[in-house]
């Protein structure tokens, strides 16, 4: 770990009271996303990411949601929901294990994907310092072996090398598609987490990609699921 990062990780990680939640809790809050029961580990890691998150984002705003139960519902509960969908077994996928989440912010969706996957290789993108700071020391304290961090932008990432390419939750929505489906390997595919007003904007990518139908997130009114597969060249 360089200097700078462990002066972040002690200012900000080091000297806080840890009130970790109760995952009794939180697996109630999380049953109307799931298709499959979470085990008692990836509750209590669950349980270990967001006592973690809590703390580094009085200093950082790593999120602007700061309510336990709407940080278990609206964070995770939506990338769990995803991250069942993609990966039905929860032993990853033979066609896709090499994972990248493109603006990966406090982690999520790809450290949800992570727990719920453990085989697959994750990559997380994000190019604020901070926040790959951050994401490094959650991946320390999951013990995610397989998990790193591309602290940098997007663009600079080697094309056509993801199998499966995650995106959640971006303000400039076409230009992060446009970056993030050069990503994907031929054959591979993209995952969105988006508002429905925004699949209208797939259409540009239907010569790329065959969509799925998309799948509506649980709790939501106007947030869904898109899955693209990559066409042959």
Request: charged letters at 20%; hydrophobic letters at 50%; aromatic letters at 8%.
């Given at each position: 770990m360089q200097a700078l990062e462990l002066l972040i990780v002690a200012a900000v990680g080091g000297n806080l009271p840890s009130s970790a939640m109760d995952v009794s809790q939180i697996s109630e809050l999380l049953k109307p996303?799931?298709?499959?029961?979470?085990?008692?580990?990836?509750?209590?890691q669950i349980s270990t990411y967001i006592d973690l998150l809590l703390r580094w984002n009085r200093k950082l705003n790593l999120t602007a949601i700061r309510d336990e139960e709407h940080i278990v519902t609206r964070h995770f509960g939506e990338s769990i929901f995803a991250a069942q969908y993609i990966f039905p077994t929860g032993s990853g996928h033979p066609d896709f294990p090499r994972v990248v989440d493109v603006g990966s912010g406090a982690g999520f969706p790809g450290l949800p994907l992570k727990l719920w996957a453990p085989q697959i290789k994750m990559t997380l993108i994000e190019s604020t310092q901070k926040k790959a700071t951050f994401l490094r020391e959650a991946i320390r304290a999951?013990?995610?072996?397989?998990?790193?961090?591309?602290?940098?932008?997007?663009?600079?990432?080697?094309?056509?090398?993801?199998?499966?390419?995650?995106?959640?939750?971006v303000e400039h929505f076409e230009s992060t598609l446009q970056i993030a489906s050069r990503?994907?390997?031929?054959?591979?595919?993209?995952?969105?987490?988006i508002g429905e007003s925004q699949k209208s904007k797939l259409v540009a990518k239907s010569d790329e990609f065959s969509w799925s139908q998309p799948a509506a997130i649980p709790l939501s009114s106007a947030r869904i699921l898109q899955v693209g597969l990559k066409k042959r060249p």
């Open positions: 996303f799931l298709r499959q029961p979470l085990s008692s580990l990836q509750l209590q999951l013990s995610l072996a397989g998990t790193d961090v591309f602290a940098d932008r997007a663009e600079k990432y080697p094309p056509a090398s993801a199998d499966l390419v995650i995106v959640r939750a990503l994907v390997a031929n054959y591979g595919r993209i995952a969105l987490l």
